[in-house]
């Protein structure tokens, strides 16, 4: 929001010192101009003049009667009042063509869009979720941030991200991220009880996306599945066991953390069983299994359900990461909060447009 206001102010800054100047000269030559009502002209009454002026009206109830305040009105005043036209007009005709230009934008940019991912919460744990998405191949043209902060959207925008600046539990600011067309959303907030919110709009919106919501507390993931949620992460309990392990096991902390660092070493996936994996047992994979997914059950590799495979299985497998370059992104703000732009930025023209506080960019 700084960007419009400090425009807006050097504009009202340059009119009002072209409207000082104008006062200025016009007073100190007040002797060759004529009041129709007491033929004196004051400090006020120049005031009223160069107003009138610059602004075109023009009354004629005090005039330029010396030579030299007619020149002064016709090589100053009148170059002065084109300055202040230009400003005054300029700053419409920039609104107007802003406007029209964003709403271009969000157009082309909406009908662009489909199966696209919503990011809510662009704190910590939302852009490590995006950085992972980034790693497996995701591009950025297809992950929408929503965030209740300008700063971070800002820098959601510079790592070029679409981004949405407003409250996600509300369903408007969700629909400008087009969340009812989204093939899955990720719930990043910093509040347990905003989760909670965005998951009902959300799920209310779109009944088939796929929602993966984290939240602090552990007592709250099963409210978070009942409003919706498929899949929940309890990040303070993650955190607490990751500490215990490390603790306990150093190595096997390193393990852990190599896992779930997606891109590096050692990581987790998920894919379909191939065909000449039917009928084996997991242990017979290529890689190595560690979970079967078998409709929406899912089974430890030495369950006995779990053998042998079938064809409509899935696994969850350990292997080698392809190396990528690490995807590190800008931090906008330090905390999980939880507009829409999409880079270059897109500013809505006020009142209405931008959406109470839902500015618009790319």
């Given amino acids: 929001m700084a960007g419009p206001v400090i425009q807006v102010a050097k504009r ?3 009119a009002n010192l072209v409207l000082f100047t104008a006062w200025l000269i016009v ?3 007040r002797s060759g101009y004529d009041d129709s009502v007491d033929g004196e002209v004051n400090a006020l009454d120049a005031l009223y003049y ?3 002026s ?4 023009g009354y004629g109830d005090i005039a330029p009667v010396t030579d030299t305040a007619r020149l002064i009105t016709t090589f100053i005043i009148t170059p002065l009042r084109i300055m202040f036209l230009i400003v005054l007009v300029g700053t419409t005709l920039e609104v107007l063509t802003e406007r029209t230009r964003e709403q271009w934008r969000l157009s082309h940019w909406r009908s662009r869009v489909r199966d696209h991912t919503v990011i809510v919460g662009f704190g910590t744990k939302g852009r490590s979720a995006a950085e992972t998405l980034l790693s497996t191949g995701l591009a950025k043209e297809q992950i ?6 300008a700063k971070v959207i800002d820098a959601a925008n510079a790592d070029g991200f679409a981004g949405v600046v407003g409250d996600a539990t509300r369903s408007s600011v969700l629909e400008r991220a087009r969340a009812d067309i989204a093939s899955q959303i990720i719930i990043a907030t910093q509040r347990d009880d905003t ?3 965005v998951t009902l709009t959300a799920r209310q919106m779109n009944k088939a996306v796929n929602i993966v919501a984290a939240v602090r507390e552990e007592e709250n993931a099963p409210l978070l599945k009942q409003s919706g949620a498929d899949a929940v992460i309890t990040s303070s309990a993650a955190a607490g066991r990751m500490l215990g392990l490390s603790l306990v096991s150093p190595s096997a902390g390193e393990v852990m953390e190599d896992l779930i660092s997606y891109g590096e070493g050692l990581s987790l996936g998920e894919r379909p069983v191939s065909k000449n994996e039917v009928g084996r047992t997991p242990k017979e994979c290529d890689d190595l299994v ?5 409709g929406h059950r899912l089974m430890n590799f030495d369950e006995p359900e779990a053998s042998p495979l079938q064809a409509q299985d899935r696994v969850v497998i350990i292997r080698r990461s392809v190396e990528r370059t690490p995807t590190k992104l800008r931090k906008g703000d330090e905390e999980d909060t939880g507009r829409f732009r ?15 506080r839902d500015e618009l960019g790319h």
Wanted: net charge positive.
């Fill in 12 to 14: 009202l800054l340059i």
């Fill in 27 to 29: 007073y100190l030559d």
């Fill in 50 to 52: 160069v107003t009138v």
């Fill in 54 to 57: 610059l602004s075109t009206t």
């Fill in 144 to 149: 929408v941030v929503v965030d209740p902060s």
């Fill in 195 to 197: 989760a909670v919110l």
């Fill in 290 to 294: 560690v979970a079967v997914l078998r």
């Fill in 342 to 356: 999409t880079p270059p930025k897109m500013r809505p023209a006020k009142p209405g447009w931008q959406n109470p």
